[in-house]
């Protein structure tokens, strides 16, 4: 067809899965074109998640990726539960050895963009409209999409695709149904996301856990703070004006001895189903699946980020054997992915259950949390298995 050309790897999805798919197969001289819905500009602001673990930053490290998160990102060596007025500290970083670093996605997103395409002379298409998969459990997988400017339609032959476009892309509907399972889980909650415009209330992650509901406050620069209310579901950011959200705030975080919340201007309000899936297996023919395309974990316990890293440095180093004639890689990729998947689940539902037991109008469901956070509090060994948990565990990469 008018447009044809070849690679080795199309990657469908600029977000961090993706990106880091395209750097290291870019650093191994392995050829590959990215392809992104959005603009440039679009996906460089748009508002994500912010922590990132230990071992993914030292990961990125390795691969030549975490020069400006070093230099730029705040680390966090604890955080608060607030409940009954009072305050109760979890020293992550003695606990586990670990601490987490915080660096909104977006940043991360310039970074390696910046990486690929400036640095590396990466081959990237913003924009692209109507993207097809062709072929994928056959012997000559192909991506076409329509160029935004001219229309014209473009095809790029390739050996493997790597689908990297969330929870809403072409990618994972390219799998037929019954060549895999979509597990989902419903937290039965949700929360209103705001972004305010003024300084943190606290050094770090708040949990304010209380009969009306979780309110949660997550500084994110010296000006930004990021807060969490659990709502209604089908609540929308309409049925809370930026009085409501605040005064809720105010009473969900108090204890004693906090210093008081600093108000300012929400720029940005969300309200989010707390709902988790996964996809297995993560591959299909010759598409392999990355990030939210396979897995999406509620942000309860802000492990989303970490896992589409996880899957993108498992992937590129598999994708890297492939070029070279090893296999291996590619045919254990999915199995070796969702061994954390289902761990960092998991830890999602236990603190899901804490957080939000207190407001779930079910006896057994709060006392059961309330036993949790004493036993939280009153054992080291507890404290230490729920700190590696909530940091993240150690990886081989």
Not at 157 to 166: F, K, P, R, S, T
Request: glycine content about 12%.
């Amino acid at each position: 067809m008018p447009g044809s050309s070849r690679t080795s790897v199309v990657i469908v999805g600029a977000g961090p899965a993706g990106l880091t798919v395209a750097n290291v197969l870019r650093a191994a001289g392995v050829d590959c074109v990215l392809l992104e819905a959005e603009s440039r500009e679009f996906i460089e602001r748009r508002p994500r998640a912010g922590f990132i673990e230990e071992w993914a930053v030292r990961a990125l490290a390795r691969q030549g990726l975490a020069g400006r998160l070093l230099e730029r990102a705040e680390t966090q060596a604890e955080f608060e539960f607030r409940f009954g007025g009072e305050r109760h500290a979890i020293r992550t970083a003695r606990l586990s050895g670990r601490r987490h670093f915080v660096y909104p996605q977006p940043l991360l997103v310039s970074d390696l963009l910046a990486s690929y395409v400036e640095g590396a002379g990466g081959r990237a298409h913003f924009g692209v409209r109507d993207v097809r998969l062709h072929d994928v459990d056959g012997s000559a997988p192909a991506v076409s999409y329509q160029d935004p400017g001219t229309g014209e339609r473009h095809r790029l032959e390739c050996d493997i695709i790597v689908g990297a476009d969330g929870a809403r892309g072409v990618c994972r509907s390219a799998i037929p149904a019954e060549r895999a399972v979509l597990t989902r889980y419903d937290h039965g909650v949700a929360w209103l996301a705001v972004l305010a415009e003024a300084p943190p209330s606290a050094d770090g992650v708040v949990f304010g856990i209380h009969e009306r509901g979780l309110g949660a406050h997550m500084a994110r620069s010296r000006e930004i703070t990021r807060y969490y209310l659990e709502v209604p579901s089908g609540d929308g950011a309409g049925d809370w004006p930026d009085e409501r959200v605040w005064e809720e705030l105010h009473i969900r975080l108090a204890a004693r001895g906090a210093r008081p919340l600093t108000e300012g201007p929400l720029s940005e309000k969300t309200v989010l189903d707390m709902h988790n899936y996964v996809v297995e297996p993560m591959a299909y023919g010759r598409l392999y699946l990355a990030g939210d395309a396979a897995h999406l974990v509620a942000p309860i316990a802000a492990k989303g980020m970490n896992l589409a890293i996880n899957d993108a440095l498992l992937l590129g180093e598999a994708l890297i054997a492939h070029a070279k004639g090893d296999d291996r890689g590619l045919a254990g990729y999915s199995e070796a992915c969702l061994r954390r998947v289902w761990q960092y689940l998991e830890f999602s539902q236990w603190l899901s259950e804490v957080l939000h037991g207190a407001s779930s109008g079910d006896r057994f469901r709060a006392g059961t949390a309330a036993a949790r956070l004493r036993r939280l509090l009153g054992s080291e060994s507890a404290a230490k298995a729920f700190a590696g948990l909530y940091i993240g565990e150690e990886s081989d990469l």
